[in-house]
């Protein structure tokens, strides 16, 4: 089988469909936007071209300046637990038999529930009054209160998004494990290979490709993330969990400041880009990486 | 192997399963319980146990009407996306065209961007069009992420299907259209389901557009549910139990494509 | 019908452009198909991919200015925030750069 692609230009009639759609969706609003962020726009018919100034503002508004910092401090702390956590479940899930497959669908679960729920579990699950994990800490004699305490209440979102997000990590990690051959670990038996050295040397390898996927999706998820800190806290208490998509709300919603919500929107889109970007060219490698490794054996 | 190197590994399975599972318990047996039960004592098990959070949620309207709206939105919001996207697909597995790979990147920014960034145009957009606070216009605005998701689980599974046969029912005589209907699609279908799968789920659980899109009409669940602070206070058991009900008809979707949803998550693809 | 977009004159301009660009690109492409090849960015790139890059550090560069006038201003002493013109001439240069050698 060639790997080459016929090319065929009449193939961009059976994306045309896909286009349109996206266009009227994505294409359409963007542009819109960038027309918002150069005009304070009072009412439809009053309106005044104001030139960069709105981006100024943005990138000299302190508020913004906080939830950026709010919002890379989460996405590493998500990182650097998650990352670990996620290798270390792929590792001591089982390869085979029926029990792989049960650690697999309960492994998976946590993904599979609306985001809002995972929200609403923690919220209830957290509750000193009421909740088991609130109550237990309650006991052990923590003055916790995720919904008075900013510390509590910004680690309760970072438990929460491990809970729900680790699974991705280590799902990733499992598959880039099952892809190693099983002689493998038979010459590194031989050689009387460490666990350390087995870990170090043929499954870190094998992983790193998905690894690096893995982190970068948790990156760019964790960084647009929305829901469950506003089902949990609703960016509070004060604005301690409030992310960049939250600011960006309450900006857009709450007090309809249009211009700058808009030129805030398009710097977001535009670290999202090159994050996009990053990983895009990251998964390609991956991709042809795995297909030159498959043709080895 | 032997013992003593497995046993901290199973260990560590357990507690990370217990931690995994303790949180969605803690919501079930809520959702069995009084109000008066949750806020009084601290049970691992319903003292009281009572289907009457089940019943409120069945039979008041503003609850289960949110369930048959979010339903509605999906539904359109699915079979549009996986219509437009199959022949997209099609196209991207199987040729090379002008600007395929930017068209692809093009598509997966979509996925990537905060559905924040278009809410303030999209509000316009709508109601310029006349079609706030309805089905269509959620569910139209949610194609922005879930057309390129579709489009990305479709393609994997497409290329997974040798272009021989392809080419055999082409030199057959079958038509594309015929072709694409009567061979291609059976080959594919498990891809069809885990893409559809997905598509529920992210238009099941969308907040922000939903919310700000839909006012009375076409209120789905995920909007209902962020307000359940009546006069009384909290209401907890009705919230749990209207979690526990998010959650079935996704388990119910999983059950179909049980054994494609560790691939799907696996390529890395959601 | 495009009321609600409220277009601007600039925007026009810009949007124009790169619709422009996006044609000439296909232009050329169909005249003289592109290849994969490696310049000093870290990756290879087809000259799509380039005018990509380009225009994305363009953005940046303009964003980072535009932030950075005020403090500009400051230092050198000037009577007003530099003029935007400034960083767009900038960016088209490193635009150019980057589609030629990147």
Redesign the interface.
């Known amino acids: 089988?060639s790997t080459?692609?016929?090319?065929?230009?009449?193939?961009?009639w059976?994306?045309l469909?896909?286009?349109v759609?996206?266009a009227?969706?994505?294409v359409?609003?963007?542009?819109?936007?960038?027309?918002?962020s150069?005009?304070d726009?009072i009412s439809?018919e009053r309106?005044v071209?104001v030139?960069?100034e709105w981006?100024?503002a943005a990138?000299?508004d302190e508020e913004l300046h906080s939830a950026l910092w709010r919002q890379l401090t989460f996405s590493l702390a998500v990182l650097t637990v998650e990352i670990p956590l996620g290798i270390?479940?792929a590792?001591?899930?089982p390869a085979k038999g029926w029990k792989a497959s049960a650690?697999?669908?309960?492994?998976?679960?946590?993904?599979?529930?609306?985001?809002?729920?995972v929200g609403?579990?923690?919220q209830?699950?957290g509750r000193a009054?009421?909740?088991?994990?609130g109550?237990m800490l309650q006991k052990m004699g923590f003055d916790y209160n995720y919904t008075g305490n900013a510390t509590h209440a910004w680690l309760t979102v970072l438990v929460m998004d491990v809970?729900h997000w680790t699974?991705?990590v280590a799902?990733?990690c499992?598959?880039g494990l099952r892809s190693i051959p099983d002689a493998y670990y038979q010459a590194a038996r031989i050689d009387g290979a460490s666990?350390f050295a087995v870990f170090r040397y043929i499954q870190l390898p094998k992983m790193r490709g998905?690894l690096m996927?893995?982190v970068l999706?948790r990156f760019?998820d964790s960084?647009?993330i929305?829901?469950e800190p506003?089902?949990l806290t609703g960016g509070g208490p004060g604005n301690a969990t409030t992310f960049?998509?939250e600011y960006?709300?309450q900006k857009?919603?709450g007090q309809f400041d249009?211009g700058p919500?808009?030129a805030f929107?398009?710097?977001?889109?535009?670290i999202?880009?090159?994050?996009?970007?990053i990983?895009?060219?990251w998964?390609q490698r991956v991709g042809t990486a795995d297909k030159e490794g498959a043709g080895h054996e | 192997m032997n013992d003593n190197r497995t046993l901290p590994r199973t260990l560590f399975l357990v507690v990370y399963i217990v931690f995994a599972l303790l949180p969605i318990y803690w919501m079930i047996n809520m959702s069995f319980k009084t109000n008066e039960e949750i806020l009084s004592s601290f049970t691992f098990f319903p003292q009281h146990f009572t289907w009457d959070n089940y019943k409120t949620i069945f039979t008041d309207a503003s609850w289960y009407s949110g369930y048959i709206n979010s339903l509605i939105i999906v539904a359109i919001n699915m079979t549009i996306s996986i219509c437009v996207a199959l022949p997209a697909a099609y196209a991207f597995s199987r040729y090379s065209f002008l600007g395929d790979k930017h068209l692809f990147f093009w598509l997966l920014t979509n996925r990537m961007t905060p559905p924040a960034v278009f809410l303030l145009p999209f509000f316009q957009l709508y109601t310029t069009l006349g079609l706030m606070d309805t089905h269509i216009a959620v569910a139209l605005a949610h194609l922005v992420f879930n057309v390129p998701l579709a489009v990305w689980i479709l393609e994997g599974f497409m290329s997974g299907v040798p272009r021989e046969i392809d080419e055999t029912a082409y030199i057959d005589g079958y038509s594309f259209p015929r072709f694409f209907l009567t061979i291609f699609l059976p080959l594919i279908k498990a891809g069809v389901g885990v893409a559809a799968f997905f598509c529920f789920m992210f238009s099941w659980v969308e907040l922000l557009l939903a919310r700000t899109l839909t006012s009375v009409d076409a209120k789905p669940i995920v909007a209902t549910m962020t307000r359940t602070v009546s006069a009384a206070g909290m209401d907890w058991a009705t919230l749990a139990a209207a979690g526990v009900l998010t959650i079935v008809p996704g388990a119910i979707v999983i059950w179909f494509v049980r054994h494609y949803i560790a691939k799907g998550f696996a390529m890395g693809r959601v | 019908m495009f009321d609600w977009m409220v277009w601007t004159t600039p925007v026009a301009v810009f949007f124009i452009c790169i619709a422009l660009m996006l044609a000439g690109m296909t232009v050329w492409e169909i005249k003289s198909p592109t290849t994969l090849r490696k310049g000093f960015l870290p990756i290879a790139t087809t000259r799509g991919d380039r005018l990509f890059i380009g225009l994305l550090i363009a953005a940046y560069i303009n964003l980072a200015f535009v932030g950075l006038a005020g403090k500009f201003a400051e230092w050198l002493q000037l009577e007003q925030e530099p003029s935007v013109w400034i960083s767009f001439a900038v960016s088209i240069a490193v635009l150019a750069l980057v589609m030629r050698k990147g």
């Open positions: 089988m080459i692609k016929p090319v065929n230009q009449k193939a961009w059976l994306v469909p896909v286009v759609c996206v009227f969706s994505a359409l609003p963007l542009m819109t936007v960038v027309n918002y150069l005009q726009i439809p309106r071209f030139g960069t981006f100024a990138m000299r270390m479940l590792l001591s899930m650690v697999l669908v309960v492994v998976a679960l946590s993904l599979l529930i609306p985001w809002n729920v609403t579990i923690w209830i699950f009054d009421i909740g088991l994990l109550a809970w699974p991705l799902l990733l499992y598959a666990r998905v996927i893995a999706l760019m960084f647009m929305y829901t506003f089902v960049l998509s960006l709300t857009a919603v249009v919500a808009a929107s398009l710097i977001y889109f535009l999202i880009l090159l994050l996009c970007f990983l895009y060219n998964m």
